[in-house]
């Protein structure tokens, strides 16, 4: 039976047609064709979401007639979420992809508009699903830009002209940027450069502006008594002790003079982005994937988002193929956090083709969660807290899945594994994990756990990786990373590979990584003294925490010495790479060397190529001993 | 089968005794005993938790072994809730009564302490559930209370102490009080006077402080388009356009000058209470019950809640017998809310032998849902939208209820009645209603539904209702209602029985009411010059609204002329009254009458004794006619 549902303009009419129909061996193909009118006043979810509804999960694709289908929330279907690295949010969508299988949904090239506090694609529990040939972009974005017009040193003040396209609002001397449904302060700002299309040259010295300071008065605050850990970090803590620093006048309409910043007055020219504060400023991410084995997106471009381009989570085979984050509209910015993101994801995650560019974080963050033993209860049971308010409502694992405890202090590798048998959510910060094996005698409060089934292999293969704020490639993963033929230019670390703990509780190591073929132009510029890769872990010990680590045949451009910076590995090789000096921009630290090796060992560099300004090449602790750069 | 479930004091022992078993028609009592040392230190929610969850809904008693019993957040269950009346909220509970049948909890004289934001009982989807024996507070309140210590006339500003049970800080001049878990600021306040343990007489002329002016600066904000109706009170929405207004400054450790208040500076000596802002400030009611057939609450104490005593929802048969809102340590406030309010219940709601003191909301609020119909979408369905922020989530009924379609302006009487089918549940402010009838020609976006199934009956006896803030009954069902032998000493209206729509959405007209044997002690002492029992309506139109009321036997002794005002009823009698003037308060309004009454018809006033100073009794609208007092 070959079904296809067809709405031809007029949006209430369904056709269907039952071409031909055979036994046992006949094949599915439930197609259904949507079709809207380019008009901004029609709004695409209702029907979208009817169609997606009344579906019954049983269709195999979706295909959009080619045009600009505008998305309201006002009627979309409403789930509030925990949604890994972005604000606890109530969002709406008109796609809610749960317990499919086998969907393909086509674009022809459209362009979808959202509005408001909506996550475009919500895919859970679903198996097989492919986004392709659309872009997606906000009607208002999540962000403000603002060109910087003049600086005042004597009196410590910059002006700022604020576009129509970004409507604000002055409230006891404090900026508001006002947006469809939404609205954001100051908060989290970083310069650019118009020229560049790309993050302002030493913009560390300039932003974040700082906008908050400790508050005049706090009385009695020492009579609150928390029984549990809490986490300061969370929003709802997030004010205590602080005020606002900043302070802001209008000059005349549209232009806004800001007072009271504490480091270098922006230049003249560049055009200031901000996007709010910091835990309450991820909302709406283009893809939200969740629970599910096989996803392609192929031929998509996401021009903005009020989080990431995409945030997986406890999913499996995931491969992004010319898979574009870009701005649009003149903007500086893209998406307002992480092209991609994965979090707790396993088998394959493949990034192919891909350009991220001038987004406001990493480029792909790529990790596993530690979760931190809150309470031995039995023998089999333990609690667990989650220990980033970013992590609320992470679930861990699935029955069967490998647990490892880990101490940092002793190891970075876990002392014990156990196999879940059963998790009992409670709330976001807390669950009940239930192991097949008896808990082992030493485990206490405090000590992490990491799930050891869920780390992906990993390949990053020909993406462009540019113009954004923070990292290139964060990837914590013990299994096999490919990361080759990119280019990247990015204001901090290329790519960073860390046993991050302590702050973000983002768990994963790196063993067997691969990085060959890739041109570095001028990263690291934003003034961090820090090399353009990067190996290191949080905590402060000899450890070894990364093995077996190439980095091959690359070239480096770079406008200053630091190359690479590694610690805690056993096993890395530097071959055939070619370093020069591009004199992009000044140096920023000319006394820097290029690589710096501590508590590392079976290091080797060979056949590499150095035309770069540093006079000392590597600079060692003494536990790795003295390596000749070749 | 008798099995007891016996947990004294250490808490982790279970005993399990099985006395004897019989066949098919044993008797099950599956009792539950729990008991906790009274050590602030325990926290009882992780084991009543755990016990709950574990009971597979198959037990009829949870008892407490009498002690202080504390409930902490952090190991709690989590629901995200749209509670009616109450903030959109994430909440953490340890009594999650939901599918439960014929359920006892039994307190036995204990006190439960809860700490943040908790629903101490969250009853959902149950059958005859019985709460009793207990007490509920808060460790930290969610208001706080400053004695004011002077007042300075010539520069306009006034000084409060802060005590240290009310932890603060000022950020940019601005009062924050800060909890466990939880802050606020200034927002709604109102004095108390801490001789009488009352709302302050003529508080009205000093409260709420004025905390909001319009924002200095706004620009370009007409550019920003809503395609759909929306709701500028909901807190997303509530700071546009405004900026703060009061200022504060800390003269010294726990003393606090109010800059740039609006309305007379309150007076030395009194109590100024704060919760916060409106839309923000409830979070935790003491009780939730939804979707229950039969509730009961015996014996409770509700010492303090942020938010209600109890909100009943989409609820029958709920009986509160010895249920009382008093404050505790010394505080003026107990709920921060009504003390118990009823959305959509059916059957009887019984109000009974209850206090209902020093809340800062109404007593008793017992109303429907108006929901505004959004669009037609084919001759069976209607798409909905929820009027107020307060009402998101709120599904008006279920199959086969009768559905009213009433516009305002016609008549207060439903125009049509539908029966419904299936509600699908899209969003919080957006349902889909399918109806087993073809929808009538004339509906039309804007209409209203009301669900003419879901008004109770009510009774309300002997309770003593007296120094909180706002009403003591607001009563809006058709049903049979009495009210008698109860004591009012109310802020605002003893009785208040309206047709509201335009601004809470909050349905019901009312017939066959008794006022009947109750004491009013002067009410209406905050400053408005309304009537101690009042039926109104908020649309101007001389439709009837209201039918076969009676007043008779009442005890009016008031310090002000206004004793009742009723608009738009058919059928009035007031009989067998005492009205005689306290000389509590000197009279704010003198020159007011008695009574008013307008567009109503049957309207007797037999048999009673006026002992009061108003100089006019009866003042009538030209079609109301003269109307003589007896």
Redesign the interface.
Known sequence: MVKTILVNRQWIVWIMLVFFQYGCSKTIDNSMILSFGTEI?D?ATPDV?AQILNSNQNISKIKFEKGIYHF???????E?CHISNHC?V?V?TAFPIKNFKNLTIDGQGSTFIF?GIMVPFLVQASHNITVKNLSIDWY?PFHSEGLIVARDEKNRTFDMQ?S?????????HQL?F??????HNIGQSILYDPQRSAIAFNTEAYTNLTTIKK???????S??????D?DFRAP?YK??????RLFVE?IK??LVRVHNHGKLLPQVGLILTMKGEQGFNRVAPAFRVTTTDGFNAQNVNVHHAGGMGIIAENSANLTLDNFNITPSKGRMVSTTADATHFVGCRGKVILRNCTFNNQLDDAANIHGTYQIVEDVLDEYRI?VRMGHHQQKGFVIGVPSDTIGLVRLSDSFDPYDQLTVKDIQY?????QIITFHQKLPQGIQKGDLIENLSAYPEVWVQNCNIANNRARGLLISTPKKTIIEDNYFSTEMEAILIPVESSHWYESGSASNVLIQNNTFQDCQHSGYKRGVIRLDTDDDNTNLAFRNIEISNNIFNQFDNMIVQIANVDGFKFIGNTISNSGTFPQLFPDAPAFTVDVSKNVVFENNTYGGKAKQLIVTDESSGDIEFK
């Open positions: 006043s709004d979401l309201y929330p006002d009627k979309g279907l409403e509030y606890d109530m709406s509005h208002n604020i129509e396209a970004y409507p604000y609002e002055i409230r006891n508001y006002v947006k469809e449904y939404y609205e508050a005049e008065t706090s009385r009695y605050l009579n609150i008594k928390y029984k549990y809490f709802e004010k205590l002790g602080k005020e606002d209008e309409k549209g609690g409670l709330n976001g910060r807390y």
